[in-house]
């Protein structure tokens, strides 16, 4: 078949390239979407955001079912079982939901081609298509765009290849809710899904390698929310080094090595390895081109443009952080720089993210910790969520919030917030950090009574009587 002569492929149908494909052909520019699962919506909808969301979304049901009595909620019984294949039936129609609705908003673009087939440059200015009937399709393209995204990444522990040992795709399928489940690495997917299988009924254990769960979010948060989880009765083991697992009969025996480097174990029925993940780009042809990357990722300049003039990459498979609102972010970020319009790509240090613990951690900007690393004079504004209205009524009152901001300019460098909701706050925070407002805007905005929002005013008050400067509102 004659080669297809495009303007822009773009490898990866997830977060990150689907939003760049149908920016770049609003504008009319001929494009090539490729991706290689079973639709639209990259490991975010299929293995990862969205399954994970729809599993905690039915824990914390589960558990708001248990608290009712503390509502003053007289339930017929306590006795609330989980139908784990109705969640799963649940997850499969949202994702088909989704993936349907991605599909036909990319359909509406008529210079935007979505193909499904495994894609492999063959040069820097081609590539084969191998579709899903087999036929083979070869583009020419004058730029490319690179969002394969990242794979777990599994350190090579022996026994870590059993049926009873998932990662973080194979756990979002499990057919069962396990009786014990041992999660190896305490990073955000570990504690999430940690959390979520605990609350609908498994014991949990988690090891982490280092001192703490959750190593790059704020240290105080991590450790509040670390006893949180052992008070739940998740047994938290640090300082762990995992060396095998062992298969017996129906359980895992996991060896591991604790601080003092002395030999312990842990038995579990289910594993779940949650130790990373890598960039996503076997397969993909790169030793074709110039285009040069390392197990952190594909190597980028400041406009996101690789090694390979014309070749560019976004989302996971550049590297940290890897989220699917930091993909979309660069993708979009990219598609405007390419179309010749003035932007800002997106920088590390205004990104926002969640943990989706219970409580949420949200997360924007610099963390106390890491803005005195980068040598910056900062004050911390604080509110604890026990004195706060919304989060009495709503039984969750055990967090806290902190404002970073530069001690000379007032500036806004971070917002890091523990309550369930936090999330919900992230958006507002993202502004400030982003903007970067001075904590005075925050105390001239009226935020809205009682809701977690006014937490922001609360925590800029109190340090601003703290700092001895004319405060004339009075706290609710
Ligand atoms: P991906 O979403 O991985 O998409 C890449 C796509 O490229 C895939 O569909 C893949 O099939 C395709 N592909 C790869 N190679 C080829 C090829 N050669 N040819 C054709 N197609 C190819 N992020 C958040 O922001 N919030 C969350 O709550 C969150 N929760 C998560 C929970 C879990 C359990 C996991 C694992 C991840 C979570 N993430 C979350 C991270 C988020 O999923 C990723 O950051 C995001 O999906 C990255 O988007 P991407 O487009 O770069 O890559």
Same mark, same amino acid.
């Not at 036909?104 to 210079?111: A, E, F, I």
């Not at 193909?115 to 004058?142: M, N, W």
């Not at 009969?249 to 842990?266: I, L």
């Not at 989220?323 to 932007?343: I, S």
């Given at each position: ?8 492929l ?8 689907t ?40 824990a ?6 248990k608290?009712a009595g ?21 997850k499969r ?20 081609n ?29 730029k ?18 059993h ?5 973080? %795709?194979? &756990?979002?399928?499990?057919? +069962?809710?396990?009786? =014990?489940?041992?999660?190896?690495? !305490?990073?955000?997917?570990? *504690? #999430?899904?940690?959390?979520?299988f605990?609350?609908?009924?498994s014991?949990?254990t ?25 008070? %739940?009765? &998740?047994?938290?083991?640090? +300082?762990?080094?995992? =060396?095998?697992?062992?298969h017996t !009969?129906?359980?895992?025996? *996991? #060896? ?11 038995i ?37 443009? =690789?090694?390979?003039a ?6 996971? *498979? ?45 997360i ?15 004050? *911390? ?9 919304r ?66 005013v ?19």
């Open positions: 078949m004659k080669p297809q002569e495009i303007d822009y773009i490898i990866g149908g997830g977060p990150g390239g939003p760049t494909a149908m920016a770049l052909a609003s504008a009319g520019k001929s494009v090539m979407l490729v991706e290689k699962g079973a639709g639209l919506g990259g490991t975010c909808l299929f293995e990862g955001c969205i399954p994970s969301k729809i599993f905690r979304e039915s914390r049901r589960l558990r708001e079912l608290e503390d509502f003053g909620l007289c339930l017929p019984t306590l006795d609330v079982t989980v139908n784990w294949s109705a969640v799963l039936e649940r129609a949202i994702l088909k939901r989704r993936s349907e609705g991605a599909l036909q908003n990319t359909g509406r673009l008529p210079t935007l979505t193909e499904f087939g495994q894609c492999r440059l063959l040069s820097s200015r081609s590539a084969i298509i191998e579709k899903e009937d087999g036929t083979p399709q070869e583009v020419h393209f004058e490319a765009i690179l969002a394969t995204g990242s794979v777990p990444f599994l350190p090579p522990i022996r026994g870590i290849d049926p009873r040992v998932h990662d973080s %795709e194979s &756990i979002l399928n499990i057919d +069962h809710i396990p009786e =014990t489940l041992l999660v190896i690495g !305490g990073g955000p997917i570990g *504690v #999430e899904l940690g959390q979520v605990n609350t609908l009924g014991q949990v988690i090891l982490e390698t280092s001192p703490r769960i959750l190593g790059p979010v704020d240290k105080e948060l991590a450790l509040l929310l670390q006893q949180r989880m052992q008070q %739940e009765g &998740i047994a938290i083991h640090t +300082h762990c080094q995992v =060396t095998a697992i062992l !009969g129906h359980s895992e025996f *996991v #060896e591991y090595t604790d601080q003092a480097g002395e030999k312990q174990h842990s579990a029925d289910t594993v779940l390895m949650v130790t990373g993940r890598r960039p996503n780009v076997e397969g993909l042809g790169l030793e074709n081109t110039a285009v040069k990357h390392d197990p952190h990722g594909i190597e980028v300049d400041a406009s996101l443009q =690789t090694t390979e014309g070749i560019y990459a976004v989302g996971d *498979v550049v590297g940290q952080p890897m989220f699917a609102h930091w993909a979309t972010a660069q993708g979009l970020a990219l598609a405007r720089h390419l179309m010749d319009q003035p932007v800002p790509f997106p920088t590390a240090n205004t990104n926002s993210a969640v943990i989706f613990s219970e409580p949420e951690i949200g924007a900007g610099l963390t106390e910790q890491q803005a005195k690393q980068a040598g910056l004079d900062i004050e *911390v504004a604080r509110y604890d969520f026990h004195n706060d209205a989060a009495q009524i709503d039984g969750h009152d055990n967090g806290i919030l902190k404002i970073i901001y530069e001690t000379s300019s007032h500036k806004v460098i971070g917002v890091h917030a523990l309550v369930e909701g936090a999330g919900e706050l992230m958006g507002e925070a993202a502004l400030l950090v982003k903007a970067g407002l001075p904590i005075e805007a925050i105390a001239g905005a009226i935020h809205p009574h009682p809701t977690l929002t006014e937490s922001f609360m925590a800029v008050r109190s340090a601003m009587a703290k700092a001895g400067k004319p405060n004339d509102h009075k706290q609710k």
